[in-house]
């Protein structure tokens, strides 16, 4: 079946460091890729998305390339911030299959010291 | 607009009672789907409806069970509540997908928090 493993956290690094959580999944086809955020206390967002190989999604100074041939999906910043904190999902789903049914990650979460 | 609501925000109930769990999807949206985040386990599908329908089911006991109804919003059920039920359930919605919107994004609730005691 689809799976999706991320690189397990935590992760701690200072403000304006690079940051990579890396991702790769595991699916027949050709999925959709996610990556979620979740604040303290809330639910989770969409950061960002790609839904065809070699697309790359962006937002919020993050992105993350939808690389078919290494089946990994990335997520990258160049410089993160205090208010970056939060756990970080990679996700996909077969739209064709059922909308948004998602496969998750286990999440990564993301600490950054001032 | 008003995003996808949840209520209760926290629940707490012994083992062995039920819980119900309800949800208020995006205006417009007929696609509901819930998860549940149980803690170390991440992120698991537990049900979709559409247009009052349940269309797919994840890998959850029949004890796991809920309904959409006309307007859309959705209430999910937990029978015989064990310990290992207490979790973090969000719910999603997104207009309906498959082949009409295959690529429409789903938007998440701030979940009820469910503690079995």
């Known amino acids: 079946g689809d799976s999706v493993t991320q690189m397990e956290g935590p992760v701690t690094l200072s403000e304006e460091a690079f940051l990579t959580i890396n991702c790769t999944y595991t699916?027949?086809?050709?999925?959709?890729l996610f990556w979620y955020v979740q604040y303290p206390g809330e639910g989770l967002q969409l950061l960002l998305k790609a839904t065809k190989a070699d697309d790359k999604g962006s937002n919020k100074g993050f992105e993350a390339t939808y690389r078919k041939e290494t089946t990994s999906f990335h997520l990258e910043k160049g410089s993160v911030q205090v208010s970056d904190s939060a756990v970080y999902f990679c996700a996909l789903s077969r739209p064709l299959q059922g909308a948004q049914k998602l496969v998750f990650g286990q999440g990564t979460r993301l600490t950054i010291n001032p | 607009e008003a995003g996808v609501t949840q209520s209760p925000t926290h629940l707490i109930k012994t083992r062995g009672q039920q819980a119900t769990l309800r949800c208020s999807p995006i205006s417009g949206h007929t696609s509901v789907y819930w998860y549940q985040q149980a803690l170390g386990l991440g992120l698991q599908f537990l049900l979709w409806y559409d247009e009052g329908e349940e269309r797919n089911r994840g890998n959850f006991p029949p004890r796991f069970s809920g309904r959409q109804f006309p307007n859309y919003s959705s209430e999910l059920n937990v029978n015989a509540l064990e310990l290992e039920d207490s979790a973090l359930y969000l719910c999603?919605?997104?207009?309906?997908?498959?082949?009409?919107?295959?690529?429409?994004?789903?938007?998440f609730g701030q979940g009820t928090r469910l503690t079995v005691v």
């Open positions: 699916a027949t086809g050709y999925p959709s």
């Open positions: 999603a919605s997104s207009l309906a997908g498959g082949s009409v919107r295959p690529n429409t994004e789903a938007f």
